[in-house]
Structures are given as C-alpha cells and as structure tokens.
C-alpha cells in the first residue's frame, strides 16, 4: 500500500492514474482500497479500486492490463501458423479452446475441410482440457474461500489429465495442438482407454467433491444469493458461458452455433435460476459430468483415418481474403476469433473475443453494496483468467 | 437441464441437523484421505514415469549412415518458419579450391568459357538453437522438408544464465553419437 | 501452602518461568511441525520432507530464518505500537501458564481464581492485534484489526459462560481443585456432565485463537495477510508463535476443566495432560484443513444467535439442577 | 429472431451473410452517429454484445460491433466506418454497459474516440502511452473493399457503393424484396 493513510485531505492524496481517476479522494466515512494487483485472490494481477465503507463496498472499478501482451498486435507480424503458439497462452487453463477458435477461423476463412477423425480428437482432447480447467477453477475458488484442501485433490485429478494430453500434444499447459485442417499429432488406443478410466475415476471423485465442499453448510452460506446476476445484466455486458447460464438460460455454443461433431453427442446444458454465485458454481459442477458424458461418447465413436487433410495449410501459406469469425465454448464462455485477411500469409487483423473480459466487466455493478468476502467469492465464481482478459 | 433448488430445506431444525451432518460428512472425507497413501513424487529421489512423451528442446536427426550427420539440408526453411527467431543456421561453404583447380579455372576464363563454381554441400556450418526464446510449438519440426528436426525428450535442461541456453545442435549431435544414443530415424533420444 | 517462605516461592515462580518460555517454544515448534504434516497427508503429499530425517528440523530452519531476518517497518507506521504489538501479544503467554497444573505437583503458582486470571489475561491478544493492525498503517490490517476486535470480544462471552457453568457445579475456580474433582477414568470427567459446554467452549477456542475456518482477522484471501500483513522477520514469528501458544492455552484449560486434566486411568501424571492436549490441538488441526472460511456476519450471527443463547440455558439448567439437586 | 429491429434505422447498408462463409448472419453499415439507435434497437429485440473489433483501412476505420442472441442465435455486425483524421463515434455505453470496456480497448490500440463515454481512460495499455499499437502504417493500409464482403446485399446506399465499387453482381436484382419495405 503506497498510497495514503486514511483520514489525508485530498491535497495529499498519492496514488497512481486509476487511483487518482476513481475519485478526487476519500471523504469522511470511506476509504480507497486497492484489492490487487498482487491481492492473494485476485488470481494474478488483476487489480480493483474499491471504494469501502467499512467492509461495505460503495463503488468498485477493475483495472485492467497487467498481463496485457498484445496478442492482437503479434497477429499481424506472424503468418497463420506461426500464430498458433500464441493461443496455447492467452488462457492458460482452457488452452485448447483457444486453439480451437483460431483453427477454426483459419478454416472458415479459407473453407478448409477438416478429417473426421481429428474432429473428434479435438473434441475429446478440449473437453479433457475443459475438466481440467474447471478442476483448477474449483479448487482455487474453495483456496479463496478458505479451505486449502480441495486444491490439492483437484490437481490430483487434474493430474491425470494433464498426464493423458501430454501423449498427443507434448504439452502439459500450453498446448499448440491444433493445426488448421487437423491437429498436429494422433492419439492411440492407450489414450483413448486412459480417457475412459478418468472417466470412470472422476465421476467417483465428483461424489467426494459433493461431500466435501458442495453440501458444506459454511460453503453453501458463503455462497447463496450472493452476487445475482441477472440474465438482462448478460445481455447489457455480453456475459457468456457458466455465468449466463447459472442465471437461468441454456445457451452453449457448441448447441448454439454448432460446430465440429458436437451435434452428434448427447449432452445437456446444465442451467440454474438462482443467478448467485452458488447457481454458477453448481453449472460448472454440472458441466464437469457433462463433459465426461461426451468424452466417453467420442471415444466410443472415433472413426479411424486421416488426422489432417491433404493439403493443410502450410507455414507460409496464404488465406484467402476476407473475414471470418469462428466462436466456441471455452471454460469461461463464449471465445470469439474475429480474423480478417487481405490474401497474404499473415492475418490482416485478428480479434480475440475473451469471455471473461465481458463476465469482468459486470463486477462493477454487483459489486457495489456488498462484502469485501462476498467481492471474493463472486470473483471466484465468475472463474477469471487474467491473461485471457488483458491478452 | 435445469438444475432446480440444491436440495429443498424442511423446516429449521432438520435444516440445521443437516448442516451440522454435512461438517462432519466433510470431515469424515479429510480423515479418509489423511490415511491414504501420499501420491505426490519425491522429485529427486523418483520421478514422474512418462517423461519420454515430453515434448522437450528441439534436436536434429541423424543420417541413416552417420549418427554425428544431421539429415539437416541447410535450407533454413526452420529459420523463416519459427515465430520466435530461434535458429541460426549458415551453410557449408563451398571447399576451397585447390591450386590446380584454381589454375583449371584461370585457363577456362582465359578461354572465355563458363566457370562452373563448385557447389556448396547441403550440410549446415553452424545450427544454432536459441531454447530461451522457444515455445516448442513444433512449428519447425513440421516445416523441416529434409525431417531433421525432432522433439528430444529431456525435460532437464535448464541454466543459469541465458546464454546458456543457446544450444549448438551440431554439437550436441555429434556428443550423442559418441555416446551412442542416437537411434537413426524419427524415434526419440532415449534418456 | 501457607507455609512456604517467599523465597522458595520466588524460586519456584522463576524456575517455572523459565520451563514455561522452554515449554512454550518447543511447543510451537512441534505443533507447526504437526500441523504442517497433519495437512500433508490430509493432502495426500509428505508435508515437510527435507531437513532433517521426515522433515524434523523444518520448523527449527524455519525459526532460524524468521529471527535471521531484517525487520522491516512500513513507511508511516507508528514505531512503537507497531513493535509493541508482537510482544504484547507474545507477553501474556507467560501469565496463561502460571496456574496451570501439568502435573499433581507441576504447578508454578496455584492461584485460588486461576480461571479467572487466564480468561482475564486472555483480552490482552485483542489488544495486540488491535495495535498491530493500527499501528502498521495499512488498510488491510486496519480492516483485520477491526475484525478481530469484533471476534474476540464476541466469542470471549460464551467462552466464559461455558466455563462458568462448570465452576459452578464445582463451586471452585482454582484450577487443581477442578481437577481434583474428578475421577480418573473418561465416564468422571465434566466433559460428560457438561457436554454442551465443552462443544461450546472448544468452537469458541478456535474462534479466540484466530484458527480456519474463523481466521478472520488474517483472512489471507480476502484480506492479504490481515492484521500482520507489515510484520517481517520475528515481528511476524511473535505473533506465529503466540497463535500456537494461544492454541496449547485454550486446549490445556479444555483439558484441566473438562478433560480430567493430569489424571487418567492408571498412571495419572503429566503424560496424560500432555496427550489430551494434544488430541484436542489435533482436533483443532482438522477443520482448519477441511472448511472453508466463514464470512464475518456470519461469524458473529452464529455467536449472538446461537452460541450465546445455547451458553446461557446450558448455564441456566446447570443453575437449576444445582439448586433442585 | 426476426430482423424487426432493423425497421427504421437510416441504414447504409444491409446485408445477410452465409453463416458458414463468414460467421456472420447480418452485416449492416451505419453512419456514426446513427450506432447508438441501433444499439438501443438491438437491446430491445434481446440482443447482446459480444464484442467491438476495429479494422484499421485505407478507407478509414471500421469498426464492427458483434452482437448476437441467446434465444436465436444468429451475429449481427453493425459496421461504422469514420475517417482516420476525425475518428469520432458516439458511445452506445449507455444502451449497453459492457460496451464500455470494448470501447476503451478501441480506443487504446486505435485511438478511436468515443463520444459521450463515461470514462474513456487506458483500459489495457500503460496510461501514460500515447501511441495506438494497432493503427498501420500508411502504406501498410487496405482498401475495405479488399478485406470485408458485404454480403448478399438487400439495400444500400449511393456513399456505400462508391466504398464497395463492385459489390455481388446479383445484388440488385434481390434487393427488392428484402425485409426492408415497412
């Protein structure tokens, strides 16, 4: 805390910019506080300048771009291939998903066709990718909450996952897997067998997880009716994925704007009323199953052949010109690829739509009247990446 | 599917034996697992069993015939393809002409004929291969036409200081066919 | 008593501070080593491994490195609150121990109301963390310190009244008599007179000593470290030190009052107070490592709303049968 | 969803797209100030906003709102196109609070002003950054024409087709019948 004590006259008042722009300075009964960038749950550095009334909070405003890196910028240096690597790291926890939407505007853009095969592996390798971000997003939400435990049964779980996509993509976090037209490497049958048994093995933890934290009392009075969104509020800040559909509406992209083999698996779209906090916890909970659900599906189904087609783009291969936006559904909602082109090899511009860009934008306005340690468990319940916001 | 009320509440006493319950329940989960066996490693003394399907600093291949000669052409098509710059290769120049070749030249220029240099080998000088500023995306490994190029499997290399990490791959070639662990082909280093 | 000269009591009240500060240390050190390997295998990974063989010597390294460390003071802070607070908190410690019979003989000081002096002393840890939190001059210790106030005063009242209800059945506040008063063997023990009392007592222990899931004060996700977020080196160490003390504190007048204190089935004795202190500090380990943390409202609702009122009719029926019976 | 809210706007262009081509169900260019009636439209009909990409070309800079419908899903582009000396375009924070970010991100990488915005300070860039890291060069800078396709246009207007000189051929005979007559 560099700035001032409390209870300075406004002439003294320090501070940098956002400070200094969030309010001329602390009157009587409030005090500036800055909850980050390097506050234990603000998961990285994201930053908010809180206004607070004891521990009330009277006015909240995020402030963003510690972890900005420009991705949008690096586009433009880089030819369609070369980019990719930078997807594996704008959101480190749904890696896949990212890779996914930018192959997949590369694909709309040129009108690439992609091997069935590879479709499914990208469909069993994500949603394996998707538990596993959910996993680390549970068990960071129960560290900020308080317990430390449920962190580290999370990883043991997550564990295997990473241990299985390491196989295909030789990675553990930053995966770069995916190619336009394909993916860069097949899986085999040992795969295919580890993922059914972490099925089998993560649907038994699903239940401990129930015991443990779920049914807790303390969790559950941590968590319910604190931070109502609702589903007007995701309309005005374009709020996607488990936050939307924790307030009630069933939209999912890969039911919404199908893509890839999705419209062949069964699953639901786990949906709540509540809108709380409690209400989005329980979606990701649900989506944990659900994702089983199609792992197991898309292994039981993968058909044999090509992982890429003939003819996939090659380092310095050009697009053709025009626009595409490819979207998928990552871990925090709706990523959005917005990829323009002029027919050289590099893009002519490329937009990274994050999803929790858009659910940050909201805590703003639920932020304002509530607890210092409700601000904590609805920031953990939105499930923010701060790469992925400040790309 | 709507996911409906998390277990609807009767009444304020079963509510509150419940609440309780479920504190014990938890309980109950962390006792469990206080007598299970530990399932982290102890790094220094194991270590995690499937490190070979890392996918770890680049390295070349080498020839069928000779393990210390890469199948590298020198075509530097890795150099342009690497989004973070982390090559530098240079050619083989070509031998040296010998005195006699040089006086073969002289006479046929005199002549007015064609001098026909001699070609360059397509073998690298120098492969140079700077590990800080990679990010193993493998777009190399693909781009490679010659397939010199491959994943190693060593998740060890690590250094204190920068520099350190740019690695001389023809070095580091020809030290694993000393050592003779340098199975020709696309498979893995075995470490 | 009355027959001991005064000097032989000085001796004795140094010599017992002395194996007290000894106790005390050594105390912690084990108990941060315990709960530290209580956690990892709740965890399901070793816990400290390294120095020393199955990681001994941990907390020993550990110690050494928060004494060899600068102490920094923040910029703006008021010097002396702000070292006075450690030892404050560190201080009364000393105090807690006085009365307290380890043994048949072990006791430094009998005190006719030894009760009343630890529950008396037991505010000046308020006080500390009040200091502490004001005199670092940051918000986010401000905000502990105000937390903490609000908690320890809040749980100090069912603490006593849960005490209470057993001097009242005993009709004695000195500590051996409470012990005296029981038998040797669990079914003579207050904990099954006063069962209520002791669930009472023992939450309200883990609230005073700022152990999860009521860490408030500390909070470290909400509130970064809380009230001793500033304190580097053996400023931090005092207060880590004081929380295990405090921890060996409540659980020993849990187990003088409730527990049968020295005396156990066969050979009563120090061994027995020593290992029901530890099994209830044990019982402490185990929530912190299963719950998450409550949110303060709450905190002090399930004080006000639940605590108390169950404190006082469990006091008020002890009252009524001791009268009726 | 049914185009209604497109009823009534002073529309430059309007455009369906093929989903499978470009992403896009809609495309519709607007004058600048005509975006924040659009976005009010929009807001009325359920849309929500995903997310405001800039494209930064010859013929000025293009900015292209994404919106889209959780019921019926379906993107909507409403482009606006303002001059690199003059980049001005009213704020439709008002109509749609999570604009404000996306409209401070613009005008961080392309220097875009943002009429009437509550709070138009550095959102991702240092805030004492003056330069707009995704302007081009201008030599570096496309035509629009080169880089968008408008789609199978159903109305547009004269200053639309001196932008796009050689739209789809078959435009005017279908543009007639679009959704367009009231």
């Known amino acids: ?243 939307v559909r924790g307030s009630g509406l069933a939209y999912d992209v890969r039911r919404a704007e199908p893509y890839s083999v999705y419209d062949r698996f069964e699953f639901e779209i786990p949906t709540t009323g509540s809108g709380d906090a409690m209400g989005r916890y329980r979606v990701r909970m649900e989506e944990l199953e659900q994702s089983l659900r199609i792992i197991e599906q898309a ?38 690829v917005h990829l323009v082109s002029d027919g050289s090899n590099r893009p002519y511009r490329c937009k990274l739509r994050a999803p929790g860009f858009s659910n940050m934008s909201l805590f703003g306005e639920i932020a304002r009247g509530i607890l210092l340690a409700d601000a904590v468990a609805i920031l953990g319940s939105l499930d923010l990446v701060i790469p992925e916001m400040d790309r | ?159 204190f200081d920068r520099k350190e990490l740019v690695f001389d791959l023809l070095a580091d070639l020809a030290e694993r066919a000393r050592e003779d662990r340098n199975p020709p082909g696309t498979g893995k ?3 | 008593m009355g027959s001991f000269s005064i000097p032989v009591e000085l001796i004795r009240i140094v010599v017992g501070v002395v194996a007290i500060a000894a106790f005390v240390a050594l105390n912690a050190i084990i108990l941060v080593y315990l709960e530290r390997k209580v956690a990892g295998h709740i965890q399901r990974r070793p816990g400290p491994f390294e120095v020393g063989p199955h990681g001994i010597l941990q907390t020993v390294a550990d110690a050494l490195k928060l004494v060899g460390k600068q102490l920094i003071k923040p910029a703006g802070a008021d010097a002396f609150l702000f070292w006075l607070a450690p030892v404050l908190g560190f201080l009364p410690i000393f105090l807690f121990f006085l009365p307290m019979p380890f043994g048949p003989v072990l006791t430094t000081l009998e005190v006719p109301l030894g009760l009343l002096l630890i529950l008396a002393f037991a505010g000046l840890n308020v006080l500390a963390i009040c200091i502490a939190g004001w005199g670092s001059n940051n918000k986010w210790s401000l905000l502990g310190a105000a937390r903490g106030v609000a908690q320890s005063v809040a749980y100090e009242i069912p603490l006593l009244l849960a005490l209470l209800a057993v001097v009242f059945m005993k009709g004695s506040m000195n500590l ?134 169950l404190a006082l009719a469990n006091l008020l029926v002890t009252a009524f049968i001791m009268k009726v019976g | 969803m049914s185009d209604a809210w497109i009823e009534g706007l002073d529309l430059e262009c309007n455009a369906t797209c093929r989903y499978e081509e470009s992403g896009l169900k809609r495309s519709v260019f607007l004058r600048p100030e005509e975006a924040p009636k659009a976005a009010a439209r929009l807001a009325e009909a359920g849309f929500f906003i995903e997310d405001i990409s800039v494209l930064d070309t010859a013929d000025g800079l293009l900015a292209t709102y994404h919106f889209d419908h959780f019921e019926c899903p379906g993107r909507i582009a409403l482009r606006v196109v303002v001059p690199h000396e003059d980049p001005k375009i009213p704020s439709i924070s008002a109509i749609y609070p999570g604009a404000a970010w996306h409209e401070r991100e613009c005008h961080d990488f392309f220097g875009l002003e943002f009429t009437d915005h509550p709070n138009l300070i550095p959102l991702l860039i240092p805030d004492d950054m003056t330069e707009h890291p995704l302007l081009k060069e201008e030599t570096r800078r496309k035509g629009l024409a080169e880089l968008v396709q408008p789609g199978t246009i159903e109305t547009c207007s004269t200053w639309f087709k001196g932008l796009f000189p050689d739209p789809d051929e078959n435009e005017d005979g279908e543009g007639p019948d679009g959704a367009e007559t009231p």
């Open chain 1, 299 to 336: 292994v039981d189904s993968i058909p044999e052949g090509e992982i890429r087609v003939k003819g996939a783009p090659k380092v310095k291969w050009k697009a053709p010109a025009g626009e595409a936006y490819f979207a998928v559904e990552g871990g925090r909602g709706k990523i959005g």
């Open chain 1, 1 to 243: 805390m560099t700035e001032t004590a409390p209870f300075f006259s406004d002439a003294d008042l320090a501070g940098d910019f956002y400070t200094r722009r969030f309010q001329p300075g602390p009157s009587e009964n409030t005090l500036i506080l800055n909850m980050g960038p390097q506050h234990p749950s603000t998961h990285g550095v994201l930053r908010i300048v809180l206004e607070v009334d004891g521990e009330y909070i009277v006015r909240a405003e995020p402030v963003l771009g510690y972890l900005h890196r420009m991705h949008e910028r690096m586009a433009e240096e880089k030819t369609y291939l070369q980019y990719l690597p930078n997807m594996g790291r704008v959101d480190y926890l749904h890696a896949l998903a990212w890779n996914w939407a930018f192959v997949g505007a590369v694909e709309r853009l040129a009108g690439i066709e992609v091997p069935e095969r590879a479709e499914y592996i990208r469909v069993i390798t994500t949603e394996l990718n998707r538990v596993a971000s959910h996993l680390v997003w549970w068990g960071a939400y129960l560290l900020d909450l308080g317990a430390f435990t449920p962190i580290l049964y999370a990883f043991e779980d997550r564990e295997w996952i990473l241990d299985l996509l390491q196989t295909p993509t030789g990675a553990r976090l930053t995966y770069s897997y995916f190619r336009p037209g394909g993916v860069a490497a097949d899986i085999d049958k040992e795969f295919l067998k580890g993922a059914k048994d972490f099925a089998v093995h993560m649907r038994d933890r699903l239940k401990m997880y129930k015991d443990l934290v779920t049914d807790n009392i303390i969790f559950r009075k941590r968590l319910e009716g604190i931070g109502p969104i609702s589903l007007d509020m995701c309309r005005r800040y374009g709020a996607t994925g488990p936050v």
């Open chain 3, 176 to 309: 051996s008599k409470i012990i005296d008063s029981q038998g040797a063997w669990p079914w003579q023990w207050n904990i099954v007179l006063q069962p209520l009392a002791f669930l009472i007592y023992f939450i309200c222990a883990i609230a005073e000593t700022n152990r999860a899931p009521f860490d408030l004060p500390e909070a470290e996700s909400e509130l970064t470290a809380g009230f001793h977020t500033e304190y580097s080196g053996m400023g931090f160490g005092l207060f880590f030190l004081a929380e295990y003390a405090n921890m060996v504190v409540v659980c020993a007048v849990a187990t003088t009052v409730f527990l049968g204190g020295w005396k156990g089935p066969f050979f009563s004795g120090s061994w027995w107070f020593l290992a029901k202190v530890y099994l209830l500090l044990m019982l402490m380990f185990w929530p912190r490592w299963t719950y998450p943390r409550v949110r303060f409202d709450q905190l002090l609702n399930f004080n006000w709303k639940w605590l108390m009122p």
């Open chain 2, 1 to 159: 599917m709507d996911l409906g009320e998390l277990d609807a509440r009767k009444g304020f006493f079963k509510e509150t034996l419940a609440g309780l319950w479920s504190l014990v329940v938890g309980l109950k989960v962390t006792g469990k697992y206080f007598f299970r066996p530990q399932i982290t490693v102890h790094y220094p003394r194991r270590t995690v069993d499937n490190i070979p399907s890392f996918r770890g600093p680049i390295e070349l291949i080498s020839r069928e015939e000779d393990p210390a000669k890469p199948k590298c052409g020198a075509c530097s098509m890795c150099v342009s393809a690497c989004p973070s710059g982390c090559f530098t290769v240079t050619k083989k120049r070509p031998p040296a002409p010998t005195p006699e070749e040089i006086a073969e030249q002289k006479e046929k220029e005199a002549r007015g004929e064609k001098v026909k240099k001699k070609a360059a080998p397509k073998e690298p000088e120098r492969f140079l291969y700077d590990y800080s500023l990679c990010s193993l995306c493998g777009t190399c490994v693909e781009a490679c036409p010659s397939g010199a190029l491959r994943f190693s499997a060593s998740p060890y290399r690590a250094a």
């Open chain 2, 189 to 191: 280093t075995t470490e």
